[in-house]
């Protein structure tokens, strides 16, 4: 691990910056060519990776890190596979770049053009989970943008392996190395000094928890993508299929823990308790989650819930349940509680699940689905940076038509104005 020399960012800011200027006239070839290389890197290396991603595990276990936190670090064989899969597919997606989104003429006789254009050198701050190594840079790259990634210091070996292989598929392709690049130290020092590198960088990716989102958004002086927390609601109604909704809950919360896709907060219809009774909190607590329920929820084997189990991201297997009446007390303690990641309905009254969609504005709303399904490459963007929960710009998963920005191209014939 290096020390984050005095002029390390500007170094890699100045480097991005002349590299974004060759990708923005790229060929869409050059940049498919650059992530299938970069794939059959991957794929050659995965036995380095995989050395790599066990000095990482062990790192974390020192640390303290949960058996959720250590799962989102953890790399094998078939999460490799899965990493190789995702930069297939974002290599086999259309480029987004020079798109005509609209095109119309004016009375004057103007003919104006709105295409998509690249937004220029992107920074990446994330946590844990190396794979968002190779997803941050292969989607800036699709989209014609050079990226700054900083990985979180449990996956610091991780992440640079599979760095390396990325800039194998650069080279590859004869695009600049700079394209892509790795901050090269744990020293926390280097994301304040990307935050406020604003000549160089046009816009940072915080992906992680609340702390690093916080941070980010506290000290940042370059643009922000709001990424926060994952504080996914499932709400049962009682107009819910119950083979449904079991199969659905089991594995909204249990499938992987420590994603930001995982439900944190069970909310289920009187009507729906009246009929069934406790056989979803019953299945739970046979799953070995950990029930923090309030109300008639509160059953043996449960937890009593406090306050702050509301609006709390566990990434772990506690999952925090109340009992509302209806669907206008859901929503209200979803608008309360909620951090407008991705929310769910289980319900078979269309009335009901349409209001649900109307009165919410989460950057997801599910119906009759896990929550788990919140994930770029679930959406067909064959990977994502993150899943942004703020109104302006990008919104939901962030893939490669979410990381440009556009222009107008204005054509006249010697055209005035009078």
Not at 37 to 53: F, G, H, L, P, Q
Not at 253 to 258: D, F, H, L, V
Request: glycine fraction near 10%.
């Amino acid at each position: 691990m290096n020390d984050l020399s005095p002029d390390m960012i500007a170094t890699l800011g100045a480097a991005a910056k002349d590299a974004a200027g060759v990708l923005a006239t790229a060929t869409s070839a050059e940049k498919t060519d650059a992530l299938n290389a970069a794939a059959d890197a991957v794929w050659d290396a995965r036995a380095d990776i995989i050395a790599a991603n066990e000095k990482d595990m062990a790192f974390g276990r020192e640390k303290g890190l949960s058996a959720a936190m250590l799962d989102r670090l953890m790399l094998d064989e078939d999460r490799i596979k899965g990493i190789v899969e995702g930069l297939r597919n974002v290599a086999s997606q259309d480029d987004p770049i020079g798109a005509v989104t609209e095109e119309w003429t004016q009375p004057t006789g103007l003919h104006i053009k709105r295409v998509r254009t690249p937004i220029g050198v992107i920074g990446v701050i994330y946590e844990s989970r190396p794979n968002v190594t190779a997803d941050a840079g292969a989607l800036c790259l699709k989209s014609g943008n050079a990226v700054i990634l900083r990985g979180g210091s449990e996956s610091f070996h991780s992440s640079g392996a599979i760095h390396t292989c990325l800039q194998i598929g650069l080279r590859a392709a004869g695009l600049p190395e700079a394209s892509i690049q790795l901050i090269p130290t744990r020293d926390r020092a280097a994301v304040t000094e990307l935050l406020q590198a604003t000549d160089y960088v046009d816009v940072i990716v915080p992906r992680g928890g609340k702390g690093l989102v916080g941070l980010v958004q506290r000290e940042a002086r370059v643009p922000v993508f709001a990424h926060l927390e994952g504080i996914c609601h499932i709400y049962v109604d009682g107009s819910a299929d119950l083979a449904k909704t079991r199969d659905v809950v089991m594995n909204a919360k249990t499938r992987r823990t420590g994603i930001c896709g995982s439900a944190e907060c069970l909310l289920i219809d009187q009507a729906f308790w009246d009929q069934h009774g406790d056989v979803l909190v019953r299945d739970l607590l046979d799953a070995g989650v950990e029930v923090r329920a309030d109300g008639a929820a509160h059953i043996e084997g449960t937890t009593q819930a406090e306050p702050g189990d509301f609006g709390h991201e566990f990434l772990d297997m506690i999952l925090a349940t109340k009992i509302v009446d209806g669907l206008d007390a859901a929503i209200a303690h979803i608008r309360t509680y909620g951090s407008n990641h991705t929310d769910a309905i289980m319900a078979e009254d269309d009335a009901v699940a349409d209001r649900f969609f109307r009165q919410l504005d989460s950057a997801i709303l599910m119906r009759n689905a896990s929550t788990q399904f919140a994930d770029g490459g679930e959406f067909g963007m064959g990977a994502e940076i993150g899943i942004a929960t703020g109104k302006l710009h990008a919104r939901g998963p962030v893939g490669a038509v979410q990381l440009t920005s556009f222009k107008y191209l204005v054509t006249g014939d010697g055209t005035i104005r009078s």
